[in-house]
């Protein structure tokens, strides 16, 4: 059992050498797995790409002029809870040929070991900054878990349109639109339905 772990082991290292490592340079969202002195490792912070110069292209994807900016942590039982809906939106990274990278391989059930960066395309890196924003002033870990398995099932132009409205338009309306998409897509605290609705998407 142990060689084949280290087999295992071995392939994901060369392929994240090989084939995600490259990713990272360009891809418009990255994930960070880490660690800190406060909170329960690991501790997840969402990152994206923002473009600080002019170029050609409209001041997009100018080579050697960005910088990652943190959107967001999930650590500790809300990483718990959110985990099994995590993984199955990290499944639909693909490189630059269409190729799934399979990233839901670091995020293994039982323990979380990998520490480091993970590329993320636009759909992707849009919906997990939600699901970490949405899930910060939410105790009920139920609720907290709906809105993550309801932010894996939006489109991506529903995940970069809610992103955008709750970023991009002030203090006020990006907090009045994250407690709106709270009760929209968890409920209301001790709403009978949360359970219900947590069985279907569960499946």
């Known amino acids: 059992m142990v060689n084949q772990i280290t087999a295992q082991d071995r392939e994901l290292e060369r392929d994240f050498q090989h084939r995600i ?3 990272l340079d ?16 690991p501790v997840l912070v969402i990152k994206k790409r923002i ?15 960005s910088m990652l900016k943190d959107q967001g942590l999930l650590y500790g039982q809300p990483l ?8 199955k939106i990290l499944s639909r990274v693909n490189d630059v040929a269409g190729i799934p990278l399979e990233l839901q391989r670091f995020f293994n ?3 979380i070991q990998y520490r480091g960066n993970l590329p993320l395309d636009e759909e992707s890196g849009a919906k997990l900054a939600l699901i970490f924003k949405l ?11 709906l ?9 991506r132009e529903e995940a970069v349109y809610w992103f955008t409205r709750t970023t991009q338009y002030g203090e006020a ?3 009045w639109a994250l407690a709106g998409m709270r009760i929209m897509l968890g409920g209301q605290p001790g709403d009978e339905e949360i359970q219900h609705m947590l069985t279907k998407l569960r499946k």
């Open 147 to 155: 809105i993550a398995w309801r932010v894996e099932r939006f489109s």
């Open 51 to 65: 473009y600080t110069g002019d170029s050609p292209y409209g001041g997009e994807q100018a080579e050697g002029k």
């Open 109 to 111: 059930k039982d323990r």
């Open 80 to 87: 718990r809870r959110c985990l099994p809906a995590l993984r």
């Open 21 to 23: 490592l490259p990713e």
């Open 135 to 145: 899930q910060e002033r939410v105790a009920d870990l139920d609720r907290v878990e």
């Open 26 to 41: 360009h891809a418009p969202w990255v994930l960070r797995l880490t660690e800190y002195k406060d909170k329960p490792a």
């Open 173 to 175: 309306a990006s907090r």
